[in-house]
């Protein structure tokens, strides 16, 4: 049975605190959707670098969408 460690946060910061829960959320429903860990999937070989990596690339293009998603909303806010 593999050896789970649970962590303790040590900050007292809130921000850190609030990234790191959301994180912990987001681990939860990844695991749910895709039936294994992160961790899993390097140990089972179903995914490799280059897969991380486009996971990585896709990821930071959306996150570029939403940045420009989120000025449009700022401009048009101005607007009115």
């Excluded at 039936?35 to 897969?51: A, H, V, W």
């Excluded at 959306?62 to 989120?70: F, H, N, Q, T």
């Amino acid at each position: 049975m593999e050896h789970l460690l649970k962590m303790q946060i040590k900050t007292e910061d809130k921000i850190v605190q609030t990234v790191l829960r959301k994180m912990d959320d987001r681990s939860i429903v990844g695991q749910k959707k895709y039936g294994q860990t992160m961790q899993n999937e390097i140990e089972t070989g179903k995914k490799d670098l280059i897969m991380f990596l486009t996971d990585v690339q896709e990821e930071i293009m959306d996150a570029l969408l939403y940045i420009e998603a989120a000025k449009k909303c700022i401009e048009d806010e101005k607007k009115d």
